[in-house]
């Protein structure tokens, strides 16, 4: 027999508030480390051994270091939009639930992305990773650091999926609705 309660609000899902904190937790993680200086770019790219634009082994990443206030606002845009959206997600606004899963979309299909176009942001070839024999090297170091950048993607990837999946479950949309929920019973 199901029958309605007027006054009874549905049932808050922990993973979906989990979600929610977790991103407002990035968010102010994202923001507070593009506001501290830790690297100035020209530090950056005198510890690489190469000039900005020189197009040498690490032309890519200083392509992007020359960018990187530009590159910076955007992670500051992206930032404030995930608060934002983490934060209706969390009250469980009706319009946070479609515009969250958009955003892990842009989000899965972002990293795919950017996990294929590293290793040419890093300009690798592969004779250079041949003469990388020190782990002083720069180029040693990229390397690493490409490893773990892939890994980090195939983790955001994951993540990303669960949320989109999580998100479009009959019981977590039923959170987002504000018409009263059937009790079974």
């Known amino acids: 027999m199901n029958t309605t309660i007027p006054n009874m609000p549905p049932s808050r ?3 979906v508030s989990g979600l929610a ?5 990035f968010s102010a993680l994202t923001v507070a480390l593009l506001t501290l200086p830790l690297l100035p770019g020209e530090a950056l790219v005198a510890s690489l051994g190469v000039e900005a634009g020189s197009g040498g082994l690490t032309g890519g990443v200083a392509w992007l270091i020359e960018r990187s ?8 845009v992206g930032a404030a939009v995930t608060l934002v959206l983490s934060v209706a ?18 989000g899965f299909v972002g990293v795919l992305g950017g996990a294929a176009l590293t290793p040419l942001t890093f300009g690798f070839m592969a004779d250079a990773a041949g ?5 002083d090297d720069p180029v040693a170091g990229l390397i690493g650091a490409l490893a773990v950048l892939i890994l980090f993607a195939t983790l955001l990837v994951v993540l990303f999926a669960w949320a989109i999946w999580k998100l479009t479950t ?15 019973g």
């Open 13 to 15: 899902s922990g993973a």
């Open 21 to 25: 904190w977790s991103f407002i937790g």
């Open 69 to 76: 206030n530009t590159v910076a606002g955007l992670l500051m």
């Open 89 to 106: 997600l969390l009250q469980r606004r009706r319009w946070a639930r479609p515009s969250f899963i958009g955003l892990m979309s842009a």
């Open 131 to 135: 003469n990388a024999t020190s782990p």
């Open 170 to 184: 009959p019981a977590v949309r039923a959170e987002f609705e504000r018409t009263p929920v059937a009790a079974v």
